[in-house]
Nanobody, 126 residues
Framework: QVQLVESGGGLVQTGGSLRLSCAASIRAFSRYSMAWFRQAPGQGREFVAAISRGGGTTYYADSVKGRFTISRDNDKKSVSLQMDSLKPEDTAVYYC???????????????????WGQGTQVTVSS
């Protein structure tokens, strides 16, 4: 059974920073690709960032590239999202997602992920 718990959301001004964390209750965490998605009010859930099982490969949505950084600690079974230079359009509920993978492939599509956290709200004021 996989459980994911996000934390670190909140209210921040434009240009500010936040760091989201996701604690995973996964027996073989190092076999899971991890990702962050977000969902703004009235919109669908969209990809933000993903990281490979070992952490050596990362992927980002164009909208956050250069501002967000995804990382993971396999010993602590956690994944983080450092968000800098935040913009009002980054306002959304952010979700942590996990997918067991048997190769170096790192999923980036919504329907490829089977396990999700409950989400954490990020609000960026202008």
């Amino acid at each position: 059974q996989v459980q994911l718990v996000e934390s670190g959301g909140g209210l921040v001004q434009t240009g500010g920073s936040l760091r989201l964390s996701c604690a995973a209750s996964i027996r073989a965490f190092s076999r899971y690709s991890m990702a962050w998605f977000r969902q703004a009010p009235g919109q669908g859930r969209e990809f933000v960032a993903a990281i490979s099982r070992g952490g050596g490969t990362t992927y980002y949505a164009d909208s956050v590239k250069g501002r967000f950084t995804i990382s993971r600690d396999n010993d602590k079974k956690s994944v983080s999202l450092q968000m800098d230079s935040l913009k009002p359009e980054d306002t959304a509920v952010y979700y942590c997602a996990a997918k067991s993978t048997i190769s170096s492939y790192t999923p980036r599509q919504l329907d490829e992920y089977s396990d999700w956290g409950q989400g954490t709200q990020v609000t960026v004021s202008s």
